[in-house]
């Protein structure tokens, strides 16, 4: 794929977009740890979230799947070009080191076959197993081998935080390679607590987001890799809006200021954030925050929680020809654009 160089009419570019990879759920079936982790994500959702959702998913398989239904509902959407991740449901965090790594190589094959069907149209991202921190590098070569950008990943993975050092070599490869790293939340570690009325998504996924990046900001790993091209799922969650919280943290208290060189906001204009927060109100609260050079397109195509008409939602919040220009699409091309 070519993006237009600078200065051209850019594309619109969806950032947020996923695939489902019926092959990867084939493929931990009946392994050790699967009908553990599936009881403990129904305890966080719920019941009644449980009986909504699967049929919610079938409803949306074709566009998850298959190419020409994905590019037709795009031109509905008048996107032309989506950065597609897999399905958050497939990082399968409780696998050992061999299911872990064949998960994540069928999930770079099969997602760089969906985007190589539509080469102009589609770009894809890969899976790293961050339970086991040590084959995330192998992960991320292997997903820029098979021509995907980079890779998605959680908010945490089991008993590891973001800011954990045994993720310093990815961080590092991330930034050598300039690799796109696409931080998407699955689960909510307040468990129980959010397991009626959908709170497990609607509250847990922007707590998620806020949490792991306040663990890359305050653990210092972004000034240790001050190039990484890091985009947060959600707009950045609660923490965009709610930064000024930290600045304080971070010059009235010594223990919150002792892993960061900077304020805390000084490093939202870093970070890249899609646009999806589902208030135009806020999405200029974030533009504000961050820079309308850093936030992008995204719409969680095509779940429930995303939406429907992405381009209309950005316009909604009267942003100068400028900016809805460079959110819509230029911030996009540009990083996604290879050097």
């Known amino acids: 794929m070519t993006f237009p160089e600078s200065g051209a009419a850019a594309p619109t570019v969806d950032v947020h977009a996923h695939i489902l990879l019926p092959g ?5 079936e009946g392994q050790p740890g699967l009908a553990e982790a599936r009881a403990l994500d129904a305890r966080r959702n719920g019941p009644e979230a449980l009986a909504v959702s699967g049929p919610m998913v079938r409803d949306r398989f074709a566009r998850l ?8 509902a795009m031109d509905a959407q008048g996107v032309d070009v989506q950065l597609v991740s897999p399905s958050p449901s497939h990082y399968h965090y409780w696998a050992d080191e061999q299911t872990a790594e064949k998960v994540f190589r069928l999930a770079h094959e099969e997602t760089a076959a969906h985007c190589a069907a539509a080469p102009d149209r589609l770009r894809g991202l890969g899976l790293v197993p961050l339970q086991h921190p040590g084959l995330a590098v192998e992960a991320l070569d292997h997903a820029l081998a098979q021509g995907l950008l980079g890779v998605e990943l959680s908010s945490h993975a089991p008993g590891r935080e973001l800011s954990d050092p045994a993720y310093e070599p990815l961080w590092a490869r991330a930034e050598e390679t300039g690799a796109l790293l696409f931080l998407h939340p699955f689960g909510c570690t307040l468990d129980e607590r959010l397991d009626r009325w959908y709170l497990s998504n609607t509250v ?14 305050f653990s210092g790993v972004l000034d240790r890799h001050p190039g990484l091209k890091l985009i947060a799922a959600h707009g950045g969650g609660y923490l965009p809006t709610h930064i000024g919280r930290a600045d304080h943290a971070w010059s009235a208290r010594s223990d919150a ?13 870093r970070l890249h954030f899609d646009s999806l927060v589902h208030d135009p109100h806020v999405l200029r609260e974030l533009i504000r925050v961050a820079g309308a050079d850093r936030v992008l397109l995204g719409s969680d195509f095509p779940f429930d929680m995303g939406s429907e008409d992405p381009v209309a939602a950005l ?3 009267r942003l100068s020809d400028t900016d809805l220009h460079a959110v819509r699409g230029g911030n996009a091309a540009a990083l996604l654009r290879k050097d």
Do not use: K, W
Request: include cysteine; charge should be negative.
């Open 24 to 28: 990867i759920e084939a493929l931990v």
């Open 65 to 72: 799947t298959d190419v020409d239904v994905r590019l037709a």
């Open 204 to 217: 847990g996924q922007p707590t998620e987001n806020a949490v792991a990046l306040s663990h890359l900001i």
């Open 257 to 269: 200021g002792a892993g960061c060189a900077h304020l805390p906001s000084s490093y939202l204009r």
């Open 315 to 317: 316009r909604a919040a």
